[in-house]
């Protein structure tokens, strides 16, 4: 399954398989890219992260691609389990990370056993 | 090596009464940001505080709030006169001098009765 940033704010995705979520950011001057999972009732906790000046990068399990073309950012989740289930925020901001975080609305990631 | 820490977590609050929100940073991070979040919506950022000085409150309603981070002690986010629409989770980030990233603290659920 794949989710297209803003316009579908779900996500439901059986355990095992490999699930994508998508977000579009607005400021082509944005420099800094950072992914969060946020559980019900905690804070946002930092998943991985890309600069401008490269176009793919991978954690365990996780991976981020980012497009500066078309401003396009996705992070992919392998074998997604069901301690994944979370909210996934992208977060966008300049100068390197030193500014405040400009956050997209979020994908509900729900994860069937 | 503790998180972010805020307190309290919760905190319920009548109409025209003051709110006062603690967030002390990781050791080592003498930057700090507060953010609030609305149900089923993103972080939008409020203020971002180093030692002793307001670095940007461009997202701080300019009337009853108020933010402070002092060279001892903890960051403190004050809402005077509290409204319903203030009803909300603050969120605190911190990070260290130049750009790293933010991590966030458990948050503060604001309510106004």
């Given at each position: 399954g794949e989710s297209v940033g803003l316009h579908l704010p779900t996500l439901s995705v ?5 699930s994508i979520i998508n977000c579009a ?47 396009h950012l996705s992070l992919q989740i ?9 909210v996934y925020?992208c ?13 997209g609305k979020g994908t509900k990631l729900t994860?069937?056993? | ?113």
């Amino acid at each position: 399954g794949e989710s297209v940033g803003l316009h579908l704010p779900t996500l439901s995705v059986q355990e095992g398989d490999n699930s994508i979520i998508n977000c579009a950011y607005s400021n082509s001057a944005s420099d800094y890219f950072i992914w969060y999972k946020q559980e019900s009732g905690k804070g946002p906790q930092f998943i991985i992260d890309i600069r401008s000046n490269m176009d793919k990068r991978q954690g365990q399990r996780v991976t981020v691609l980012l497009n500066k073309t078309v401003k396009h950012l996705s992070l992919q989740i392998a074998a997604t389990q069901p301690g994944d289930s979370a909210v996934y925020f992208c977060a966008e901001t300049a100068q390197g990370g030193s500014e405040k975080l400009v956050f997209g609305k979020g994908t509900k990631l729900t994860v069937n056993p | 090596n503790a998180g972010v820490m805020q307190n309290p977590r919760h905190l319920v609050r009548r109409r025209g009464q003051e709110a006062r929100l603690r967030c002390s940073p990781m050791k080592g991070h003498s930057h700090v940001y507060w953010y609030r979040q609305l149900p089923e919506e993103g972080l939008k950022f409020m203020v971002y505080l180093q030692k002793e000085n307001i670095i940007d409150e461009s997202g701080m309603p300019k009337e009853r709030f108020s933010a402070e981070f002092p060279k001892e002690g903890p960051s403190i986010l004050r809402i005077q006169q509290v409204v319903r629409g203030d009803s909300a989770a603050y969120f605190c980030a911190s990070s260290p001098p130049g750009p790293y990233t933010q991590y966030f603290g458990p948050g503060t659920r604001l309510t106004v009765l």
